[in-house]
């Protein structure tokens, strides 16, 4: 099992920037996807953005153009730059870990089977 713990979530103004990071009790192994997840209040989890241990990554619409997910290796540490942020990208923001053999991390096709326990965004003037 692999613990994850997110941070760096807060308050930000619309069209502000944060960066969420996402750090692994160990590196991942095998072949694997990485991802973001976010739920609003009252709303079911969506998936935000997802990465592939070869490299590929996966957005949601909403998102594409505005986060980027990347991944350190040397640091087991997952990231989501978040840029021109919305007030609907206010949500509980989580990350996850599945171990994955198909080419790409499509959601909602992926199990994951590890979670952090989420880092509050709130995007509001």
């Known amino acids: 099992q692999v613990r994850l713990v997110e941070s760096g979530g807060g308050s930000v103004q619309p069209g502000g920037s944060l960066e969420l990071s996402c750090a692994a009790s160990?590196?991942?192994?095998?072949?694997?996807?990485m991802a973001w997840f976010r739920q609003a209040l009252g709303k079911k989890r969506e998936g935000v953005a997802a990465?592939?241990?070869?490299?590929?990554?996966d957005y949601t619409d909403s998102v594409k153009g505005r986060f980027t997910i990347s991944q350190d290796s040397a640091k087991n540490t997952l990231y989501l730059q978040m840029s021109n942020v919305k007030p609907e990208d206010t949500a509980m923001y989580y990350c996850?870990?599945?171990?994955?053999?198909?080419?790409?991390?499509?959601?909602?096709?992926?199990?994951?089977?590890?979670w952090g326990q989420g880092t509050q965004v709130t995007v509001s003037s």
């Open positions: 996850a870990y599945g171990t994955w053999w198909g080419p790409r991390c499509d959601f909602p096709t992926v199990q994951y089977d590890d």
């Open positions: 160990q590196p991942p192994f095998n072949s694997w996807c």
């Open positions: 990465i592939h241990s070869k490299g590929a990554t």
